[in-house]
């Protein structure tokens, strides 16, 4: 069977604003898509937001990335939080979210294809130890009850995460974190680049 995700990698070329991709077997809402990482939503989210960061490139588990694909991943996550909070009216003051990366069938991994889960928890203040032994479980591998996600908002929340990101973008372009166009981003790093 072809990875999934390489199917949606190949189909959504890299662009600074990635268009919904409807097609026979579903739509895919993208948040994200440079030439080495894209991003988007999960069909079936455990909670509202819920993203989904992978290589572009297949690569099975974590250790098979490039480290630029795994510098690229770890750039990007608390870029794409921060965006994808401020659409959810949250800030990362006042959220919870988890990040979540599995290797392998036996850690809860279901698609073979390196990929991290940004999993927003905004369902109110709740002290670490009220939750559950059976609910930490969920919350470990990202699990929990799941309902499709619905074209409207899957349209909706992408496009709103991808204006979200752009401002995200434009911040760290003006504190000189990022350099370079939407295109050909890089991280400045004491005077030397490291390209995304």
């Not at 604003?17 to 440079?34: I, Q």
């Not at 290589?55 to 990335?65: I, L, Q, S, V, Y």
Request: proline share 8%; with cysteine; charged share 20%.
């Amino acid at each position: 069977m072809p990875c999934p995700f390489c199917m949606i990698a190949g189909t959504i070329p890299p662009a600074s604003e990635p268009k919904v991709l409807t097609t026979p077997l579903g739509s895919v809402y993208p948040v994200l898509s440079t030439p080495l990482v894209i991003a988007f939503l999960d069909i079936a989210p455990v909670t509202p937001g819920h993203i989904l960061l992978c290589p572009r490139r297949h690569c099975e588990k974590a250790t098979d990335m490039t480290v630029a694909e795994s510098a690229a991943m770890g750039v990007w996550l608390p870029i794409l939080t921060r965006a994808l909070l401020k659409v959810l009216d949250a800030t990362t003051e006042d959220a919870s979210w988890n990040i979540i990366q599995a290797n392998g069938s036996e850690a809860g991994q279901t698609v073979p294809h390196c990929h991290s889960h940004i999993i927003p928890r905004l369902g109110g203040s709740r002290d670490a130890t009220d939750i559950t032994d059976a609910e930490r479980k969920n919350l470990a591998l990202g699990e929990g009850p799941r309902v499709k996600l619905d074209h409207e908002e899957g349209s909706s929340l992408s496009r709103g995460v991808q204006i979200a990101l752009r401002h995200e973008i434009r911040t760290l372009q003006i504190g000189r974190e990022l350099g370079g166009s939407d295109e050909n981003l890089f991280v400045n790093t004491h005077g030397s680049a490291l390209k995304l």
